[in-house]
Each structure stands twice: as C-alpha cells, then as structure tokens.
C-alpha cells in the first residue's frame, strides 16, 4: 500500500516511510484539543515538556506517545518507545525513539522524532 501526504513546510508529497514519519510528529505534537474538527487528535506530551524531567515524567511521556499512536494511527503496532534527552549542544532537545511494525507489509522501522525543546 502506497501512502501519499503533502510536506507542510516545501508543499511537496511525501510518500510512505516519509508520510508515516510525519504523521507520528503531527501525532506526538500536537496538543489534545488544539484541532477544532478533531479535539480528541494529539498527544498528552506538549503539556509535559515543561515538567521537572525525572523518572515520573519520563514515564508519562513514553506512556502519552503510546496511546496517542495507538489511538491516531491504526498503520503501525509500537514494540518500543524509548525518551532521550540531548547533551552537549543538544541539551534541552527531547527525542522520542520509536520502534514499530507496519501493519501492511510487516516490516519493522524505526523512527527518531524530536518532539520538544531546541529544534
């Protein structure tokens, strides 16, 4: 199965492994009820970017990326979300490594997303 969206940012299309990854971001950044048409679409983990990062908050993020994946997009199957946060440089950026199954062919991948902080 072919997936076909659009880059928000260039206007060009974007097709399966790059549609996926896009629609994950959208998913994970997304604030809950931000969309008027869709207030139940996105994630719990906007609201946490700005807590205290330890243990607690870790897991809620790790568990907030979980049911909105599940929830919003029914074309993969998570086998793994793992939160890292950046050094050096990169301090303050958070990542969410993903590893998933896509439903239509089997296939294994896996995703970095950034999902807070410095961009």
């Known amino acids: 199965m072919t997936w076909t969206g659009m880059d928000p940012h260039t206007g ?3 097709r399966d492994d790059d549609h996926l990854r896009q629609s994950l971001a959208t998913i994970l950044t997304t ?3 931000s969309r008027l048409a869709r207030r139940r679409f996105g994630s719990q983990l906007p609201e946490l970017l ?3 990062l ?3 908050t ?3 993020a790790m568990s907030a990326a979980v049911m909105a994946i599940t ?5 993969v199957e998570l086998s793994r979300v793992v939160l890292h946060t ?3 440089a990169q301090a303050g950026q958070l990542t969410i490594d993903l590893e998933l199954r896509r439903r239509d062919t089997g296939a294994t991948a896996r995703y970095a997303l950034p999902v807070g902080g410095l961009a």
């Not at 929830?71 to 074309?75: L, M």
């Open 12 to 14: 060009r299309a974007l």
């Open 31 to 33: 604030p809950i009820g």
């Open 50 to 52: 700005d807590r205290p």
């Open 54 to 56: 330890n243990g607690k």
């Open 58 to 60: 870790r897991m809620q």
């Open 71 to 75: 929830a919003w997009e029914p074309r």
């Open 86 to 88: 950046g050094a050096g």
